[in-house]
Every structure is written in C-alpha cells, then in structure tokens.
C-alpha cells in the first residue's frame, strides 16, 4: 500500500457556515468576502492548502470531511483521500482548473479508516459536487467536476 499522503490544511470557512471568509496573507487576518444565499451553507470544512498555488493564483482548495465543523484559521493535519478534478468557468468565459482536494482528519474520529476517495459514502461525494456547482451558479460561473481523483492520483498533484 502506498504511504498516504498527510499535509496542513488551514480552514476558511467551516462547515455549516453561510459566510465566505479569504485569507489575507498581506495582514495575515481573514476578511469576509462574501454571504451565500439563504439556505447555501458550506457541507465542512472549507479551506486551503498553505504553500501551495492553483492556476487561479490562489492556494490550492481543500474541503476536510471532519465530525464537526472547526472555525477560521483553524489548522487541521489530513489524510489526502483524494480530490474532485474540476473546470471552472468564470463570469468572463475564461476557463481554467480548479480542483478541490478531498482529505480526512488524521485525528477523525468518524472516519478514521478512510484512506481514498472510493471509501467515502457516495452521497457526500455527490453533494460536494453539488454545492460547488450550485455555490459557483450563484456567482456567475460554472463548475464542472471532469473526474474524481484516488489519494494517490491527488498526492501526485501536491508533490
């Protein structure tokens, strides 16, 4: 069996919230960027993967399925299980990659024997794809998942 790969992901936006918070690296605090739509709220943990640069210019995005949601700034070690592999279209009609990484607390209590994204139920897999589509909808763009990913196949991508 191949090492998994265990990385630090900081959190953003916790789960259950309806708030869009970013990470300010220049004054190293989070601002409020934006409010979703009544009913829209965040399905875990949603972050970033500090160190790291997507074709966006921003950091790499990490959804952490985790028991309870944590709050800003909140440090988790995980357990990369895998990733959704993503196209997004912005308001502009530029497309470009924009994938969500998939990892699982190393300290899970609820999913501690989860080590690829195949032994994840598919229903959250299935709403994580959703809520992204759903939460890009919202603000004028197009979210479109091309594959999912394995822990390995993900890892490959942050080495």
Known sequence: MEQLKIITAMIECPKG???KFDFDAESQRFKL?????????FPFDFGMIPGTKGE???????????ERGTFPGCMIEIRVVG?????QTERDGKTM???????VPVVSQLFPQVNDLQ????????????FFRNYNEQAGKQ???TARLSAAEAANLLT
């Open 83 to 87: 990733a959704l592999q993503a196209e």
């Open 33 to 41: 960027s934006k409010i979703l739509p009544a009913g829209l709220v």
């Open 119 to 130: 032994e994840l139920p598919d229903n959250i897999l299935n709403q994580l794809e959703h």
């Open 56 to 66: 966006d210019g921003d950091p790499l995005d990490v959804i952490v399925i985790d």
């Open 143 to 145: 979210f479109n998942v």
């Open 97 to 103: 990659r924009n994938d969500r990484f998939i990892g």
């Open 17 to 19: 919230f309806n708030q």
